[in-house]
């Protein structure tokens, strides 16, 4: 069903899962009632989550959003951190090059 109050933050969406500062947590499997490292929680703006669950390398199936309620926040807040991957290094300087 389409609903005109979450349309107006569609574009929230892509804020959400490109903003560095966003508490990402790892999702959780209602089905299964545990973790689930396939799944992201993404919380900007103070409560705007986004769900996603991973399907390949830097590949993601959206699976929902939403204006969360304090009770919602405690739950999420209570899963852990997600691993954020480390920046990438520059590489060494070739010794061959400075030759």
Do not use: H
Request: glycine share 6%; net charge positive.
């Amino acid at each position: 069903m389409f609903s005109f109050e979450r349309s107006k933050r569609i574009e929230w969406v892509a804020i959400a899962l490109g903003d560095p500062s966003a508490d990402i947590r790892v999702g959780y499997d209602s089905k299964k009632r545990q973790p689930a490292k396939d799944r992201r929680v993404a919380i900007v703006k103070g409560n705007f989550v986004v769900i996603i669950r991973l399907t390949g390398d830097d590949k993601a199936e959206f699976i929902t959003c939403y204006v969360a309620d304090s009770r919602s926040l405690g739950l999420i807040r209570k899963s852990s951190k997600w691993p954020r991957k480390p920046p990438p290094q520059p590489a060494p300087p070739d010794p061959a090059v400075g030759a």
